[in-house]
């Protein structure tokens, strides 16, 4: 089986506290240490219908490795819509993202604790995404496994009538995020999910210099030459 080695090392864990604010979606680690992650959204006009029911298409996206980094920011944002589901389909639906051979316990870290409540606001949106050699046109063999990091904002809070102002705050924070996903012959599917890193958002006075302190080292990759917005073209 091919296997693109990762170019980069997986960040430090980032604080329980933190981690909270930025989702509740994935659970990593074991006993009652958890991380939660809400896991990023595709662009709307590109992506397939808003269901978590709906099937994976294996043809969505090409056998490269710029497919493999636009079926990742899909398969995060599925992933994440699944926590507005009841909690006895989650489990369910979650498997549905994964590859047959991947990381042993994969799926019960990522499956949502039975007591977090579904519905509301449980979204990710991907700036931008990264993977070695992504302008690489070369049609990769099933098996083959490459290894993604995205850069995202995770939204979490509870959904309004539409009609009344939200009485709940809506809260959120940037991250990179490092996976990886493996070619099968359904198309793309999760093999192993890293705990997100909490990472600076942008500039948030437009061209001004807001003064704030940022580490932009986290973003070498995700705002390097092989990095790219998801479900665009080179």
């Known amino acids: 089986m091919g296997d693109y080695k990762s170019a980069f090392e997986p960040g430090p864990r980032p604080g329980r506290g933190v981690t909270w604010l930025l989702a509740v979606l994935l659970l990593f680690g074991g006993g009652l240490a958890v991380d939660r992650w809400l896991l990023p959204h595709p662009v709307p006009a590109a ?18 490795t710029r497919g493999a980094g636009d079926a990742a ?9 699944t926590a507005a589901l009841p909690a006895g389909e989650r489990r369910e639906q979650v ?34 995404i990264w993977a070695d050699r992504a302008n690489d046109p070369a049609q990769l063999p099933i098996g083959t496994r490459v290894r993604v990091q995205s850069y995202g904002l995770a939204l979490l809070g509870s959904a309004g009538d539409g009609v009344s102002a939200p009485t709940a705050s809506l809260t959120g924070g940037w991250a ?54 998801p479900e665009t073209q080179p």
């Open 73 to 81: 920011a899909w398969l995060e944002s599925r992933l994440a819509a």
């Open 95 to 128: 498997a549905g993202l994964l590859a047959a051979d991947a990381t042993p316990g994969l799926l019960d870290r990522l499956v949502v604790a039975g007591d977090e409540p579904a519905g509301g606001i449980r979204q990710t949106v991907v700036a931008r």
């Open 176 to 229: 990179v995020h490092d996976l990886t996903v493996q070619l099968t012959s359904d198309g793309w599917r999760l093999a192993e999910v890293q705990p997100p890193v909490p990472a600076p958002g942008p500039n948030l006075r437009g061209a001004s210099p807001d003064g704030a302190a940022r580490d932009m080292s986290l973003l070498t990759r995700v705002l390097g030459p092989d990095s790219w917005a």
């Open 47 to 64: 992506a397939p219908s808003s269901s978590v029911h709906a099937p994976l298409s294996a043809s969505r996206w090409s056998a490269t």
